[in-house]
Nanobody, 120 residues
């Protein structure tokens, strides 16, 4: 049974930084794509950043130059370094991973979400 456990959310002032982590637990699997999504109150969940197993990355325009996604395949962990945070970054942030014994058998997995609040 695969689980994604997130950590690192909290309250930060505008201009500040936070680092989110998401670790996958379980055994006998390969983590293919990983990503971070976020959902603000009253809004749809949106993609923030993605990273492939080979560490190719993509970002939403709203976070380019401020957020950095990275992963440690040995630790089955994905990170999101968030700098120059703005009030509009306030949301619940969700970790996503595409995991399976093989690519053909891989499935979508989600973390439980971690609250990020940017306010003075």
């Amino acid at each position: 049974q695969v689980q994604l456990v997130e950590s690192g959310g909290g309250l930060v002032q505008p201009g500040g930084s936070l680092r989110l982590s998401c670790a996958a637990s379980g055994s006998s699997f390969t983590i293919y794509a990983m990503a971070w999504y976020r959902q603000a109150p009253g809004k749809q969940r949106e993609l923030v950043a993605t990273i492939t197993r080979g560490s190719s990355t993509n970002y939403a325009d709203s976070v380019k130059g401020r957020f950095t996604i990275s992963r440690d395949n040995a630790k089955n962990t994905v990170y999101l370094q968030m700098n120059s945070l703005k009030p509009e970054d306030t949301a619940v942030y969700y970790c996503y991973a595409y995991i399976g014994a093989t690519m053909a058998s891989a499935k979508d997995y989600w973390g439980q979400g971690t609250q990020v609040t940017v306010a003075s």
